[in-house]
């Protein structure tokens, strides 16, 4: 079984940077897509990001331009970097795996591993 960890979140304002980060254990890590997806009761599910094990990267709408996502296949790490936060940003963001050689990049269903989540919270 895949255990994803994810860590970096808190309370910022808008403007602000955060950097989540997210290790892997318990099965090969450079054979699987990695990405993060966030939660918000109002808006529901929705794709932030993706780094393949090609290493393209692919972002959300709402993300592009504003978060890089990036990895260390040799720590089993995947990052996160959050710049120009704003409100609408607010979300539990749970980092994802793909199983091994599944080329999953935005849909939810096909990722199979998930973090429980870290809390990101954006104030105006």
């Known amino acids: 079984q895949v255990h994803l960890e994810e860590s970096g979140g808190g309370l910022v304002q808008a403007g602000d940077s955060l950097r989540l980060s997210c290790v892997a254990s318990?099965?090969?890590?450079?054979?699987?897509?990695m990405g993060w997806f966030r939660q918000h009761p109002e808006k529901g599910r929705e794709f932030v990001a993706a780094?393949?094990?090609?290493?393209?990267?692919y972002y959300g709408g709402s993300a592009k331009g504003r978060f890089t996502i990036s990895r260390d296949n040799a720590k089993n790490m995947v990052y996160l970097q959050m710049n120009n936060l704003r409100p609408e940003d607010t979300a539990v963001y749970s980092c994802?795996?793909?199983?091994?050689?599944?080329?999953?990049?935005?849909?939810?269903?096909?990722?199979?591993?998930w973090g429980q989540g870290t809390q990101v919270t954006v104030s105006s």
């Open positions: 994802v795996a793909a199983q091994d050689y599944v080329d999953a990049v935005t849909n939810p269903s096909t990722y199979a591993y």
């Open positions: 318990g099965a090969t890590f450079d054979t699987k897509n």
């Open positions: 780094f393949t094990r090609y290493g393209a990267t």
